[in-house]
């Protein structure tokens, strides 16, 4: 009898790695805000459980709960999906609740600080390289 291996809904690395993806955030930049490296966060994202601290940390960078993560499947955003565009209520288009260029000036905001805090950690890194010589 032959049976082929379900994958684990409870892969809490996948999760997180779908999370970041449907967020529009690069593994590059979940590294920066962790401290660690995109070759670190690439591990996580392959790992079947990550600890609580980790996991509240990249919860928060995300922008959602810890909760959220745990519960996360890929079935219920599908289902929200089809819920918003197609629902009775809705008709067949989507009907914008906010102003993209909003969200947009606000993305860009976060991009400038995330750059300004890179940039300073850089700064720092050399100062103490100057100061070892």
Known sequence: METSAKPSNNHIGRKIG??????????EVLAAELGVSQQT????????????????????????SKEAIDNFSEDAVVNYFNNTFHGSN?????????NPLDKLLEMV?????????????????????????
């Open 18 to 27: 779908r999370i970041r993806e449907l967020r529009g955030i690069k593994q």
């Open 41 to 64: 966060v690439s591990r996580m994202e392959q790992s079947e459980t990550i600890e609580d601290d980790v996991l509240e940390k990249v919860a928060k960078i995300l922008g959602v």
């Open 90 to 98: 809705h008709g067949p288009f989507y009907h914008c609740t906010f």
């Open 109 to 133: 905001e976060e991009n400038k600080k995330l750059y300004e805090r890179l940039l300073a950690s850089e700064k720092e890194k050399l100062d103490l390289l100057k100061d070892k010589k």
